[in-house]
Nanobody, 126 residues
Framework: QVQLVESGGGSVQGGGSLRLSCQASAYFYNLNWVAWFRQAPGNEREGVTSLYRPGGSTYYADSVKGRFTISVDSAKNTVYLQMNSLKPEDTAMYYC???????????????????WGQGTQVTVSS
């Protein structure tokens, strides 16, 4: 059973930075895809970024390109999300997710991911 535990959320002023971490339990080596999603109150869960671990390819939502960076430290079974130049519209609950296989063109679709963390809150003030 894969377990994902996020940390690193908090409150920050606009323009600031945060780094989220996602610690994975055993069987991390089976997880080819890791991703970050977010959900603001009243909104659907949206894909922020995903990473294909075997090749290292990364994918980003247009809203975060150039500001957010996903990375993996396989030795530590940890996925990171570096968030820079934060905006108030980035305020949301952020979730780490993982999957063994993801359909092409659906790399940022929540329905492709089987394993989820409990979420960590990010609040950006103006």
């Amino acid at each position: 059973q894969v377990q994902l535990v996020e940390s690193g959320g908090g409150s920050v002023q606009g323009g600031g930075s945060l780094r989220l971490s996602c610690q994975a339990s055993a069987y991390f080596y089976n997880l080819n895809w890791v991703a970050w999603f977010r959900q603001a109150p009243g909104n659907e869960r949206e894909g922020v970024t995903s990473l294909y671990r075997p090749g290292g390819s990364t994918y980003y939502a247009d809203s975060v390109k150039g500001r957010f960076t996903i990375s993996v430290d396989s030795a530590k079974n940890t996925v990171y999300l570096q968030m820079n130049s934060l905006k108030p519209e980035d305020t949301a609950m952020y979730y780490c997710a993982a999957a063994t296989r993801v359909t092409t063109f659906k790399r940022l679709s929540p329905d492709q991911y089987s394993y989820w963390g409990q979420g960590t809150q990010v609040t950006v003030s103006s």
